[in-house]
């Protein structure tokens, strides 16, 4: 891994736990600046699902990180 996925990487993960996501369900890696995120957006609080409104607003600051070039999302989520 490069030190610039590393930094995207580590910004990225500081961003999931800014908005209160749990790491234990999602996994996230960074490849020649394309980030790859897979998993359950599950908020630790009260392992609710994250929202469609939300998974958008994480899209676009993720997308704002310095040398990110794109966004592959893999994720499930629960239905409630």
């Known amino acids: 891994m490069s030190a610039r996925d590393l930094k995207i990487d580590l910004r990225v993960r500081g961003l999931f736990a800014k908005n209160y996501i749990d790491l234990k ?7 020649k600046g394309v980030v790859y995120i897979s998993g359950k957006l599950i908020h630790i609080r009260d392992e609710s699902p994250v929202s469609g409104v939300e998974i958008a607003r994480l899209d676009r600051e993720i997308r704002k990180i310095p040398d990110v070039e794109d966004v592959v999302w893999n994720i499930r989520q629960r239905a409630f």
């Open 25 to 31: 369900h999602v996994k996230h890696q960074t490849v």
